[in-house]
């Protein structure tokens, strides 16, 4: 794992250009991202890096799904938090006007939340996995308009590490050699 080590200057250190930068919103002439280096580069922020921050700024958090759907479920927040804002919509209809025809909405929106509490993983593993995609092709993420914009793709990659010892991958290495 790399650790990222910020050379602090005497003059405020502005985290929101270094995002917007890192993102690629900021022009490369006003860029901080010579602030930010590796131990083990000792030079500026590359690609992958890069791209490994970008996706950890926008991955989906089981945690706060979970939060969302024990909250406000009813409301469909979970659904609007994970990017299905069709259905999000619907489930809010349904809980706020569920209770027109004999409370039946309800019934269904119970049901609906209760396979919902399953779901979450999956939905969550598929965004995510969405975002890497973006990444590998090279696209700015904007999960507001879906009309990403061209960034530069990484062009290192990282070496091949050896399996921890003990863990799944290491017995599986042990048993194919």
């Known amino acids: 794992m790399r650790q990222v080590v910020l050379k602090v200057q005497p003059k405020i250190f502005d985290i929101v250009n270094l995002h917007d930068c890192i993102l690629g919103?900021?022009?490369?002439?006003?860029?901080?991202?010579?602030?930010?280096?590796?131990?083990?580069?000792?030079?500026?922020?590359?690609?992958?890096?890069?791209?490994?921050?970008?996706?950890?700024a926008n991955r989906k958090s089981t945690g706060a799904a979970y939060l969302l759907w024990f909250f406000?479920?009813?409301?469909?927040?979970?659904?609007?938090?994970?990017?299905?804002?069709?259905?999000?919509?619907?489930?809010?209809?349904l809980g706020l006007l569920g209770w027109v025809p004999l409370f039946l909405?309800?019934?269904v929106l119970g049901g609906w939340l209760l396979v919902d509490a399953f779901l979450i993983p999956s939905i969550i593993r598929?965004?995510?996995?969405?975002?890497?995609?973006?990444?590998?092709?090279?696209?700015?993420?904007?999960?507001?308009?879906?009309?990403?914009?061209?960034?530069?793709?990484?062009?290192?990659?990282?070496?091949?590490?050896?399996p921890i010892p003990g863990s799944r991958a290491d017995k599986i290495s042990k048993l194919s050699s």
């Open 126 to 162: 598929d965004e995510n996995l969405e975002t890497i995609r973006q990444l590998d092709r090279g696209r700015q993420l904007d999960r507001g308009s879906r009309s990403p914009d061209m960034i530069e793709p990484a062009t290192k990659v990282l070496p091949k590490s050896e």
């Open 105 to 107: 909405g309800w019934i």
């Open 25 to 56: 919103r900021e022009p490369a002439s006003r860029c901080q991202c010579n602030q930010i280096t590796t131990k083990q580069q000792g030079g500026t922020l590359d690609d992958a890096t890069r791209q490994q921050l970008l996706f950890e």
């Open 72 to 93: 406000l479920g009813g409301l469909g927040a979970h659904r609007f938090y994970l990017g299905k804002t069709g259905t999000g919509a619907a489930q809010a209809a």
